[in-house]
């Protein structure tokens, strides 16, 4: 039924991909601080790890940022002021990047040839767990670095080429159907709200009310603002529901608050025009009454593109 979908991801040469300027890189001697600038100042949550030589040695993201910068905090959050946090974080983030490996394994980066097709990319995107690939010339040297939001951004200015599963519901791709979700409460505190997400290897999760409806949507990419603004640390002790509204910036307030959502009769077209324009990660699907039943992310769009039976 994607038949035709492959057919154009097929023919779309890696080549031809829109790619950046310069690739925005960091070295291993860099610090976690520095690396995060980096990161916030680019607008980008990943970025490949260069050796003194120049040789990549693996892929800095923000997820694992999370898990470095958070774990020593949540341990004893109970035990120490706002102050004590404060200077903790600040030791921990002044280390350069190479003396922590978790942060950068090699095993992590993806490459593809530059003489490869969109459909192989789509591959590793969507069903091997990837979340960005780089790409190659003939001599190994990194010419892009292509991730699922910027295929999917590819996607929504080619709808008509991905016939016919573009246009079925996520209903009809098996994509509506309850599933266990990572969430937490509206009093749950920041710090605890990133612990979660850490422990459970999330990248981001939905804020929920009493009643279960989401509230907002809490994730990753909002750790570097909270980092580069040491007078917002106060909020990683109070609730989340704060901190979405205060240290998250205006420009990414509105694919925050409230988090975006579709219902189950929502067409594959618009999930994809949604994700592109809002440059989100994962939509949240909701039954006819407005309960939360799913989470719908990039790799599952690009999944049902590539996967033959997928509708």
């Known amino acids: 039924m994607a038949g035709t979908a492959i057919?154009?991801?097929k023919s779309y040469p890696l080549s031809n991909f829109p790619a950046p300027e310069a690739i925005i890189t960091v070295k291993e001697t860099d610090?976690?601080?520095?690396a995060l600038k980096?990161?916030?100042a680019n607008d980008i949550l990943c970025a490949p790890v260069l050796s003194d030589d120049g040789s990549c040695v693996g892929l800095i993201d923000m997820s694992a940022i999370l898990r470095t910068i958070l774990h020593p905090l949540a341990n004893v959050k109970d035990k120490r002021t706002v102050l004590e946090d404060l200077v903790a974080l600040d030791a921990i983030v002044q280390k350069p990047i190479k003396s922590q490996p978790s942060l950068y394994l090699q095993e992590d980066m993806e490459l593809v040839s530059h003489k490869g097709s969109l459909l192989d990319a789509c591959k590793l995107l969507g069903t091997m767990n990837v979340h960005r690939v780089i790409v190659v010339d003939d001599d190994n040297n990194i010419v892009n670095l292509i991730t699922?939001?910027?295929v999917v951004r590819v996607l929504a200015d080619n709808l008509p080429k991905l016939q016919p599963?573009?246009?079925?519901?996520?209903?009809?791709?098996?994509?509506?159907?309850?599933?266990?979700?990572?969430?937490?409460p509206a009093t749950c505190t920041t710090i605890d709200a990133f612990e979660h997400m850490s422990?459970?290897?999330?990248?981001?999760?939905?804020?929920?009310?009493?009643?279960?409806?989401?509230l907002g949507n809490v994730s990753v990419r909002s750790l570097r603002d909270l980092i580069s603004n040491p007078a917002s640390y106060r909020t990683l002790k109070r609730p989340v529901t704060e901190f979405l509204t205060t240290v998250v910036p205006d420009t990414m307030r509105d694919e925050m608050v409230p988090a975006i959502t579709c219902k189950t009769s929502t067409?594959?077209?618009?999930v994809v025009q949604r994700m592109s324009i809002s440059r989100i990660h994962r939509i949240y699907v909701e039954d006819e009454q407005g309960n939360l039943l799913r989470i719908v992310s990039l790799s599952?769009?690009?999944?049902?593109?590539?996967?033959?039976?997928?509708s």
């Not at 610090?31 to 520095?34: G, H, L, M, R, V």
């Not at 599952?300 to 997928?310: F, I």
């Open 267 to 270: 067409t594959m077209d618009i």
């Open 31 to 34: 610090t976690i601080a520095s």
């Open 148 to 150: 699922q939001s910027a």
């Open 38 to 40: 980096t990161l916030s």
């Open 7 to 9: 057919a154009f991801l």
């Open 300 to 310: 599952d769009v690009l999944a049902a593109l590539v996967t033959p039976d997928a």
């Open 199 to 214: 422990k459970h290897e999330v990248s981001a999760m939905p804020v929920l009310d009493d009643e279960n409806r989401i």
């Open 165 to 184: 599963v573009i246009n079925k519901s996520l209903r009809e791709i098996r994509l509506a159907t309850p599933s266990t979700i990572v969430s937490c």
